[in-house]
């Protein structure tokens, strides 16, 4: 999903430190400023290039190309709604610019662009409108300049990502190959997964959204005019970066206010296309959208009625907030690519945060859990892959590349596979089970190979008002509303709304590696209310870390495309949850264990179980839903399990 740190922390082609102390202003001054000399002597540096789109909206670039390049240079294009302006303004010194440089010492012209009403780019922004067109436009503008070879690559993470996948779908011929990383808001829909571009899970709000909206809707901002000179540009960067000030929100309470649709008006936002309707183009107020409202498949989201016949070096990490979807869509354009592409998409999966890839260490903590060493030399991968498929270069890659190279959490290591899940992966039910007591880790729930005979349901009371906090998780962009990550979740599962199904300690060691996918059997008190699964590893001291979480709003239960499904009271109805999905190893000793809820916020919205819109609500009910287990009512967890000899 979208990240709001800095530009720079985003370009993985740079190789992080950020196990050091970070340089006092003096010293990064110093730094930056080394980089600016030497980028004059070696590049021709063209900043504030006002580039036309066909609707006559002027985005601005500012680009880096070799300065004694013997021919025409290939293309970097990194295009993204953050401040890249050159200059620092608050520092007074030059920003980071080591990838520009990296870029133009390998022979590559570098191209940052802005994207639509952001910064000094031209036009109003709209999350679903213009990036298809204006990705495309700018591909042909930049691989005709007299200098270029006509070869653009594209590279970047979190927005600087998710665009991407929808302009490769669009066959502009310039568009060689791209390289997405963390890009789940860019995905509408693939397979099972129907997010829209992680706004919904299993039809619940993610509410990262809402906290990363408030500061990108900027729809009234200082812009300025059409006659405006390059020069004149260039000069006013030194003094105005256009970047808005928004002040500072406790995102742990302002999530919590209701009405939902009015959060950031609560938090003085600005107004936008979170819950106005002013992007009619593409279908109004977003939180007002269902997951299958046709506005969603206007604009920018990719979703898999396109088709993508590029290469691409797809990047995705275990606790980032879409996983599940990434690897669906990477899944779907190995599948469905034409010619030669259909063989050349590689994947790498890490165990880290969104984004995060560059700051794993020697020990590399994500959460409060050790991954061990999980580095990779990104810088060369990246530009191994652009060496190939840009310049022509003969080295290698990727004939001598995995097709997925992914972490094993729990053994600690990088693992290679030709597919995902990897091959040899088979699935293994475990089917819950109970004396109706399965409320909290000291309750009766358990996970076991067969089905009880009878059923003895467990029963929790949901509370609108007292929903379970999040806790850890795959999730980012929240502020500080939630911390990412692996965390014991002991004190979660103290509560008496959260049910607690555990296996008996694992006889040996197993690797489970694709999806994992819930099937539970629900009844409520309540026109509509939400059920949650999380799925844990605990450790024989009984440490318990979550390893990923979905949610499904059981008025979608029988499909996003099929009309809204009213529950009545006591009846028991059949609910397949979105799959989660991780690669995890549980060493003998260790045991597999699920939570079952009612909520998990604010990494999703609030079910307020009346049946109404959600959105513009103020009062809930409380839900009493009951988990039902036995031969009739087989609730159980599916998980995909490659078994390792000699790791046990």
Known sequence: MRTCAALVSIFILIQSGSAQQPPGNAQLIAQ?????????????????????????????????????????????????????????????????LSSQLDAVKRGYAWVD??????????????????PLTDGTDAISWMSSQNWSNGKVGTIGCSSTAEWQ???????????????????????????????????????????????????????????FGSDTTQEELVRASRMFDLAAHMPPVDWSKALAHLPEMDIINAVDGPHGIYADNMAVDTGGAMIKRTPNDPAWYKGGLWNDSQNINIPGFWFMSWYDVSVGPNLAAYNYVRKTAKGSAANQQYAVIAPTLHCSYTRATEDTMVGERSMGDARLDYKELTFGWFDHFLKGEDNGVPENMPKVKYFTMGLNKWQSSDTWPPKGAQPLTFFLGSGGKANTMYGDGALASTAPSADAADTFIYDP???????????????????????????????????????????????????????LYVSSDVKDTDVTVKMIDVYPDGTAYNLDETIQRLRYRDGYDKPLAWMEKGKVYKVALQPMTTSNYFPAAHRIRIEVSGSNFPRFDRNLNTGG???DETKGVIAHTSIHHSAQYPSQIRISVVRLQGAH
């Open 613 to 615: 819109n959600n959105y």
């Open 113 to 130: 662009m802005n994207e639509r009403g952001h910064f000094f780019s031209d036009g109003n922004y709209d999350i679903l409108g213009p």
């Open 465 to 519: 008002m007292n929903p379970v906090p999040s806790y850890g998780g795959n999730v980012c962009c929240t502020g500080n509303a939630v911390t990412g990550g692996a965390f014991d979740q002991r004190k979660m599962e103290a509560r008496n709304d959260i049910l607690v199904y555990s296996t008996e300690p694992l006889k040996e060691g197993l690797e489970l590696s694709g999806s994992i996918e819930a099937t």
């Open 32 to 96: 930056r400023t080394a980089i600016e000399k030497e980028l004059q002597q070696i590049a021709v540096v063209d900043r504030k290039v006002m580039v036309k789109m066909r609707d006559g909206k002027r985005m601005q670039a500012d680009v880096y190309r070799p300065k004694n390049a013997t021919g025409k240079v290939p293309i970097i294009f990194v295009r993204t709604p953050y401040n890249f302006n050159w200059w620092d303004v608050q520092l007074g010194a030059p920003r980071d």
């Open 165 to 223: 996948l929808g302009v490769a779908s669009q066959g502009n011929p310039a568009f060689t190959t791209f390289i997405p990383q963390g890009f789940g808001a860019g995905v509408g829909r693939a397979g099972p997964y129907y997010e829209q571009g992680n706004w919904y899970r299993g039809g619940a709000v993610q509410m990262l959204f809402i906290a990363w909206l408030y500061g990108e809707q900027n729809q009234i901002r200082p812009m």
